[in-house]
């Protein structure tokens, strides 16, 4: 079974920049697609970035130009490397497959103060 163990959150200024990391275990070439997502208090969960198995990778819009998601296969490990981050960007970040998997894991929480 396919775990996922999100690290890296925390505290950051308007403008800074963070760098999540999401360490995949179990049968991690199992998955076609990995990707990070973030629920805000009182919001749903929404996607925020995915990267295929061959490294291609797509983003929301409202975080298009400002993060980076990439992987590095022989750690099982995929990074988000967040910049410019706003208060809108407050969550917890949690990876999964995509389409994702009915288990989370515990996230990972991102709090920017303005």
């Known amino acids: 079974q396919v775990q996922f163990v999100e690290s890296g959150g925390g505290l950051v200024q308007a403008g800074g920049s963070l760098r999540l990391s999401c360490a995949v275990s179990?049968?991690?070439?199992?998955?076609?697609?990995t990707a990070w997502y973030r629920q805000a208090p009182g919001k749903q969960r929404e996607l925020v970035a995915f990267i295929s198995s061959g490294a291609w990778t797509n983003y929301a819009d409202s975080v298009k130009g400002r993060f980076t998601i990439s992987r590095e296969n022989g750690k099982n490990t995929v990074y988000l490397q967040m910049n410019s981050l706003k208060p809108e960007d407050t969550a917890v970040y949690y990876c999964?497959?995509?389409?994702?998997?009915?288990?989370w894991g515990q996230g990972t929480q991102v709090t920017v103060s303005s």
């Open positions: 179990g049968s991690p070439f199992s998955i076609g697609s």
């Open positions: 999964n497959a995509r389409p994702p998997y009915s288990a």
